[in-house]
């Protein structure tokens, strides 16, 4: 498996896979056109870096990640300091096979080069046992001074990971 920065002819199969992984975690209920935002690819990748994971043998993506930096118009919870990732989706057909691990490892090293102290994320409350393990495994810590809601009813919990030299 690669981890590359997208390009755009990454784009519809990133917009596919990420809106197919929130659907099948039953993150897209509600009608709130969150699924028109993951699907916009473009945007995001005018924002921060959106990171893919490819099979090396087909060149297929298997998953992907924004990882963006404070001011940018995707950052929810970083600070002056601090990375963030967001919207890391993995192909359902693609789940159990470390896809999820190598993003956010990938997300963990690009802040560390660009010197970071920090990478903060937020999680649905009730989100799927698989990420909660994930995070934890990475060393990810609730921060519940962070946790904040976008809509009513949809909780956000906020996770910081310190980061130092030569992390991860």
């Known amino acids: 498996m690669l981890v590359r920065r997208a ?10 896979l990420t809106v197919a992984a929130y659907e099948a ?15 916009d690819v473009a945007t995001r990748a005018a924002s921060g870096d959106v990171l893919v994971a490819v099979d090396e043998a087909t060149g297929v ?8 930096l404070p001011g940018s118009p995707y950052a929810e919870l970083c600070g002056p300091g601090e990375a963030e990732f967001r919207m890391l ?15 956010a490892r990938a997300c963990l090293s690009r802040a560390a080069e660009l010197g970071c102290s920090a990478v903060a994320i937020c ?9 909660q393990r994930l995070y934890a495994r ?7 001074e962070r946790d904040w809601s976008p809509l ?9 990971r310190e980061l130092s030299p030569g992390t991860p």
């Open 7 to 16: 390009v755009e002819a990454d784009y519809p199969a990133v917009a596919r």
């Open 61 to 68: 993506p298997l998953g992907a990640v924004l990882f963006v």
């Open 89 to 103: 989706a993995v192909d359902p057909a693609a789940q159990g096979r470390g896809v999820g691990m190598v993003l």
């Open 123 to 131: 999680v649905r409350e009730g989100m799927a046992e698989a990420a």
């Open 25 to 39: 975690d039953g993150q897209l209920k509600g009608g709130t056109g969150y699924g028109t935002v993951l699907a």
């Open 152 to 160: 009513p009813g949809l909780r956000l919990l906020g996770l910081r």
């Open 138 to 144: 990475l060393g990810f810590v609730r921060t519940p």
